[in-house]
């Protein structure tokens, strides 16, 4: 099956503070949560991409939260610098890419304001974190492309028994 994944996820250095977020690598994972993405990788046909590199901003960069989360959507940086355009451009290209590949399921990084399936944080810039999704995660849903997040491992791999 084809799988995007967030880039951060298979550890290239695309975070906004310059690092990653390697599943592999990373030692809030167990060993066992680490075999498990292994063998999806492994599995899979992957498809690497990160929305807000894609959208034309630098790495590193500054963190941006979503601060209007209706339409008109509006993404600023703490120093209300407005990145909306690049999350949206950004979200876009990840449609796109599945619509052209037939990819029908995608692994993104919770919490992100563009990668996140279930939480985002609030907008503050106090590290509260609210339910919603990140503009990407959000594009994809609603386009009827199932998006798991690193900690939803098992389910993603339920998916892709059930739908292969
Ligand atoms: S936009 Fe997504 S893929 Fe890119 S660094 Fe953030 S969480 Fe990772």
Redesign the pocket.
């Known amino acids: 099956m084809k799988i995007l994944i967030?880039?951060?996820l298979l550890g290239e250095d695309?975070?906004y503070d310059g690092e990653n977020?390697s599943i592999a690598q990373g030692s809030s994972f167990t060993f066992s949560q680490k075999e498990l993405f292994m063998d999806i990788l492994c599995d899979n046909d992957i498809y690497s991409f990160?929305?807000?590199?894609s959208g034309g901003l630098p790495t590193p960069r500054e963190a941006a939260e979503i601060v209007s989360r209706t339409k008109p959507f509006i993404v600023q940086n703490k120093d209300k610098t407005d990145v909306t355009i690049n999350f949206l451009v950004g979200a876009k290209g990840a449609l796109d890419l599945c619509n052209e590949e037939g990819i029908k399921v995608a692994l993104?990084?919770s919490k992100?304001p563009?990668?996140g399936n279930e939480e985002i944080y609030d907008g503050t810039f106090s590290k509260n974190l609210i339910q919603g999704q990140g503009l990407t995660a959000k594009l994809l849903i609603e386009n009827d492309i199932e998006v798991f997040n690193e900690n939803q491992l098992n389910q993603l791999k339920k998916f892709i028994k059930t739908n292969s």
């Open positions: 967030s880039a951060c695309v975070r977020s990160c929305p807000e590199v993104l990084k992100s563009s990668c």
